[in-house]
């Protein structure tokens, strides 16, 4: 099993930044991959950004250029730097890690962009 703890939200006005933190309980080298998601009320869960143990990095469209996802190995932690942010940023941020082809969730963390 694998158990994530996410970080770093909060309420943030337009144009500012948070950076999100996912604290893996297992070495990195040995997730597929992991992902932030958000979803905001009313909306579907979506794929932000995501970084698999290859390094091979996907952004939503609308994030490109704003967020950046990382990963500290050492600490075993997958972080997600978000700039520019907008109201439209605003939802409950998840982080998802695939293990031998099971997918493990954290708790979540707000993020609230106010105009």
């Known amino acids: 099993q694998v158990q994530l703890v996410e970080s770093g939200g909060g309420l943030v006005q337009a144009g500012g930044s948070l950076r999100l933190s996912c604290t893996v309980s297992?070495?990195?080298?040995?997730?597929?991959?992991v992902g932030w998601y958000r979803q905001a009320p009313g909306k579907q869960r979506e794929l932000v950004a995501s970084?698999?143990?290859?390094?091979?990095?996907n952004y939503l469209d609308s994030v490109k250029g704003r967020f950046t996802i990382s990963r500290d190995n050492a600490k075993k932690t997958v972080s997600l730097q978000m700039n520019a942010l907008k109201p439209e940023d605003t939802g409950v941020y998840y982080c998802?890690?695939?293990?031998?082809?099971?997918?493990?969730w954290g708790q979540g963390t707000q993020v609230t962009v106010s105009s």
């Open positions: 998802k890690a695939t293990y031998w082809g099971f997918d493990y």
């Open positions: 970084i698999s143990s290859n390094s091979t990095i």
């Open positions: 297992r070495t990195i080298f040995s997730i597929n991959a």
